[in-house]
């Protein structure tokens, strides 16, 4: 759990209230001066009310500027960031022919196959030649390829499942799957932190859902008893089914799971475990197989296997991977397989070549390096941040390393002093966040040299004294250890 000093809690909160008090005074006189226009409403309600939008109107639009910059390149170590100009303060952002330069550190390219590759993109190219770029049909039509087989048994093999079932979103694989497997009756705990496509999924579901606090075992333990002893609401009957759902490493803290804790409390209480592993599988393990592989558990021990490949593979779509009988099941049973278009042949290819280098099948040592580099990168730049004397959260080896920066006018000025100087951050807020956790999140790569991160480090401690977001003191440098190792002992010279 995050603990925020009391007078960062204080100041965050004094400037979102100014903030909304200025907003609520600007739409009081604009109600006032507007009141006379002529609706083109005839009748309808309007869509978005007053209050509904305010946040957007209000404060989003001020800062737009910092997010969904366009890009003009693969999304490598350094890209091509465009330029925008706004004439009508944010509300509407026009790009321009300028392009920047960056280095960057926003994209989930964990092992850098979103560039272009000496193994993969051949193949890719080849695979788009023979298949063209879409199927243009459901999995269940014409919509399966050669390659959709050869995809759904690699990844079965990678993660160590028996069997696996592959979509084409990344999103849909959370949020249309969780209503397949369980309904009402049912029984969700969900960490507190999952992903906005776990939440959704879990509504779309009709089961009861229960909160356990973040990456806490001894709470989720906790829950698990009271609901299994209570039973369903009203009718206390036993749950027909209960699925504990957690993240390999969660995206906005950078953290690594409990697993093995939360894997022996389902086991005592009989429930189910659904791992979604989105942003550890491929970045994190010797063999880039995930936590599972990190942490040493048996992948036996968890019932319900889910990815993407958005992250490390350089490509887009997610699995799901299982047993024999629950991979059959959801082949009849999810929308996302019998409705949807499935996932493009080039995309595919583009996986199974590069799970192919990470297991080093390509007859290369490649993937065995991308890997090593990921880890000591994002330990190295995880070790440099928090010397420097930022609030750095998450674990070793997560390649997500989050800086907390808290007051909503530091959210812009870090993001635009770091893109001023070529460094491109990802600055993330309410409602990704709660309130007063704003950060800032740096995604490691095994494309950054040592060069980049070095330049990366330099940038953010310029701008982090600029904006003030060290909110604890720097540890002393070598040198400066040197010389106050070396004073004491002139002094006692002195003395003698």
């Avoid at 890209?79 to 300028?98: A, C, M």
């Avoid at 009402?184 to 509504?203: F, M, Q, T, W, Y």
Wanted: proline share 5%; charged share 20%.
């Amino acid at each position: 759990m995050i603990t925020i000093p009391y007078l960062t809690a204080l100041t965050t909160y004094f400037s979102y209230g100014l903030l909304f008090a200025f907003g609520q005074f600007r739409d009081f006189f604009r109600n006032i001066f507007d009141w006379w226009h002529a609706s083109n409403l005839e009748g309808y309600a309007p869509i978005c009310l007053g209050l509904e939008d305010f946040y957007i109107r209000r404060l989003y639009l001020r800062i737009q500027d910092c997010f969904g910059r366009p890009i003009a390149s693969a999304p490598d170590a350094w890209f091509d960031v465009v330029e925008r100009y706004s004439n009508d303060n944010n509300k509407t952002l026009k790009r321009t022919d300028k392009i920047s330069r960056c280095l960057n550190l926003g994209s989930y390219n964990y092992l850098g196959f979103a560039a272009a590759d000496e193994y993969c993109t051949p193949r890719v190219i080849d695979s788009l030649c023979r298949f063209s770029a879409s199927t243009c049909s459901t999995r269940v039509e014409g919509g399966t390829t050669t390659l959709h087989k050869e995809l759904e048994e690699c990844v079965a093999n990678f993660v160590g499942k028996p069997a696996a079932v592959v979509f084409g979103m990344g999103y849909v694989t959370n949020s249309a799957i969780l209503p397949v497997i369980i309904g009402r009756g049912g029984l969700i705990i969900s960490d507190s932190l999952n992903h906005n496509s776990i939440v959704n999924g879990a509504r779309g579901s009709g089961a009861t859902i229960r909160v356990f606090q973040h990456n806490t075992p001894s709470h989720l333990e906790k829950v698990l008893r009271e609901q299994i002893a209570d039973g369903q609401p009203r009718t206390h009957r036993p749950w027909k089914k209960i699925i504990v759902v957690v993240e390999g490493i969660y995206s906005m803290e950078g953290e690594l799971c409990k697993l093995p804790e939360i894997i022996a409390i389902c086991k005592k209480y009989k429930a189910y475990v659904y791992l979604d592993e989105a942003h550890s599988i491929g970045a994190v393990g010797k063999t880039g197989r995930g936590v599972c592989e990190l942490l040493g558990v048996d992948t036996a021990d968890v019932d319900i296997m889910m990815g993407t490949f958005t992250k490390s593979f350089g490509s887009c779509g997610g699995y799901i991977a299982g047993s024999k009988e629950l991979i059959q099941y959801l082949k009849y049973t999810c929308p996302a397989h019998l409705y949807a278009t499935s996932i493009s042949p080039p995309a595919a290819q583009q996986i199974i070549s590069s799970i192919k280098v990470i297991l080093g099948e390509d007859g290369s040592s490649r993937g065995a390096q991308k890997l090593a580099r990921i880890r000591e990168n994002s330990n190295f730049f995880r070790s440099e941040l928090q010397k420097m004397g930022f609030e750095v959260l998450g674990d070793n080896d997560s390649p997500i390393m989050p800086i907390m920066l808290y007051n909503p006018a530091k959210i812009p000025a870090f993001s635009r002093e770091c893109l001023k100087q070529n460094v491109a951050v990802v600055t993330v807020a309410f409602p990704a966040t709660p309130l007063l956790l704003a950060r800032a999140r740096i995604c490691i790569s095994a494309s950054h040299t040592k060069e980049d991160l070095l330049k990366a480090l330099e940038v953010i401690s310029q701008v982090g004294d600029m904006v003030g977001i060290k909110y604890f003191p720097a540890e002393p440098n070598k040198q400066q250890q040197e010389q106050q190792q070396q004073q004491p002992g002139k002094d006692t010279i002195k003395l003698d």
